[in-house]
């Protein structure tokens, strides 16, 4: 059955149809936050401070965004944008697991609107470059915050291409939980002038083991097959309780580190040196 609708004749139809008005209000109440916290805040004309789904939070936003200056593990980072690492607006499902797995202060923060970001490159081998590139906001945060109706699931594509910080921030405030402890333009990513010095006296303290495995790579020919792993992945800080000693094959085994390749040769060696050690006791 299709109805008329003609808005000026509301009382005719409620009296053909035998009933009358109501004087029912409906009772509104604001929707979950989306996430473990309120971590976005969206200021309204009026200056109240409304995060996702209508929560009230605390007027204590600020411009600030986070994300990895340290590019020198990826490839193309030069000519294709979406191989560069993201822009994080929020405490996303990427920030709590970065967090579990102790790299969170991998991360920079900066309250620069221009879309630039300080990256440092890797240009050839032991050298680094410090430049400036734009990068794409994290997708996750932009799912989170349900930032101009995006989502994981249907997009729009078009609103992490035309991404801007400027708009972003005409609109919403960050507040994360916590922030990194550097700012982006502090100072460059690469290992310090001083790392192989720092890296032999770390080995050497432990005895030339890996402290996961315990196998003995003392003998100065399979010395090579020990690394340094920084365990905050922030290569620049060689505070000791931040270096761990590691054989290759500990040091590929630790999280995010699916960039790391070891020879076969070096992986046959080590599993060798580990049998052969485990049966004398050594």
């Given at each position: 059955m299709k109805l008329e609708w003609h808005s000026g004749s509301l009382?005719?139809?409620?009296t053909e149809v035998g009933a009358r008005r109501s004087t029912w209000v409906p009772s509104v109440e604001p929707l979950p936050a989306r996430g473990p916290r309120t971590i976005v805040e969206m200021v309204s004309p009026e200056g109240v401070q409304v995060g996702p789904g209508g929560t009230i939070?605390?007027?204590?936003?600020?411009?600030?965004?986070?994300?990895?200056?340290?590019?020198?593990?990826?490839?193309?980072?030069?000519s294709?944008?979406?191989?560069?690492?993201?822009?994080?607006l929020s405490d996303c499902r990427t920030i709590r697991r970065m967090k579990a797995d102790n790299a969170y202060?991998?991360?920079?923060?900066?309250?620069?609107?221009?879309?630039?970001?300080?990256?440092?490159?890797?240009?050839?081998?032991?050298?680094?470059?410090?430049?400036?590139?734009?990068?794409?906001p994290c997708k996750n945060c932009l799912d989170q915050l349900g930032y101009k109706d995006f989502s994981l699931r249907s997009g729009p594509e078009s609103v992490v291409e035309s991404f801007r910080?400027?708009?972003?921030?005409?609109?919403?405030?960050?507040?994360?939980?916590s922030k990194p402890q550097r700012r982006g333009g502090e100072r460059s990513e690469a290992y310090s002038p001083d790392w192989r010095a720092k890296a032999d006296a770390a080995k050497s303290k432990v005895?030339?083991?890996?402290?996961?495995?315990?196998?003995?790579?003392?003998?100065?020919?399979?010395?090579?097959?020990?690394?340094?792993h920084h365990r905050n992945r922030v290569k620049s800080d060689n505070q000791p309780s931040n270096l761990q000693v590691l054989c290759k094959l500990c040091h590929a085994d630790q999280p995010n580190h699916h960039h790391y390749r070891i020879p076969r040769e070096d992986q046959t060696e080590i599993r060798n040196l580990r049998r052969q050690q485990q049966r004398g006791g050594g």
């Open positions: 009382d005719q139809v409620l939070v605390t007027p204590s936003g600020e411009h600030v965004v986070i994300y990895i200056k340290d590019h020198t593990t990826k490839a193309n980072v030069r294709d944008i979406k191989e560069r690492c993201r822009v994080h202060e991998r991360y920079v923060q900066t309250n620069r609107r221009d879309d630039l970001y300080d990256v440092t490159l890797e240009v050839g081998w032991n050298r680094y470059e410090d430049t400036e590139l734009p990068l794409l910080l400027a708009e972003f921030f005409d609109h919403f405030a960050t507040k994360f939980e005895g030339y083991r890996c402290e996961i495995c315990n196998v003995d790579l003392s003998a100065k020919p399979v010395r090579k097959l020990l690394d340094v």
